[in-house]
């Protein structure tokens, strides 16, 4: 029932940008907080951005903070991730999920719905 597609990865240089989005289906989309989670090989899963459900109040990770933008709209059940000034580092796959209050973040869990997610990489 629950649907999530991630879209808008690809290729881009050191200091580019993209803009992933994110279509949520299958659940009351305006009453669950939304977060965008990061996993690349050998590094452990990052929630890199948060949003609350009315999209008043978000939080980064320091490793994205001041460069990315997470923004939600509720009327079209997307979140939106907009990722400026990229290093090689933001190399990952970015998945979307509401996010948990865990210590650790989980990507790709087997206790709830994940999407494909979509793959982002930066290289010269």
């Known amino acids: 029932q629950v649907q999530l597609v991630e879209s808008g990865g690809g290729l881009v240089q050191p200091g580019g940008s993209l803009r992933l989005s994110c279509a949520a289906s299958g659940f009351s989309f305006s009453s669950y907080n939304m977060g965008w989670y990061r996993q690349a090989p050998g590094k452990e899963c990052e929630l890199v951005a948060t949003?609350?459900?009315?999209?008043?109040?978000?939080n980064y990770a320091d490793s994205v903070k001041g460069r990315f933008t997470i923004s939600r709209d509720n009327a079209k059940n997307t979140v939106t991730l907009q990722m400026n000034s990229l290093k090689p580092e933001d190399t990952a796959v970015y998945f979307c999920n509401a996010p948990t209050t865990a210590r650790q973040p989980m990507c790709v869990t087997r206790d709830r719905y994940w999407g494909q997610g979509t793959q982002v990489t930066v290289s010269s």
């Open positions: 949003i609350t459900f009315t999209g008043s109040r978000t």
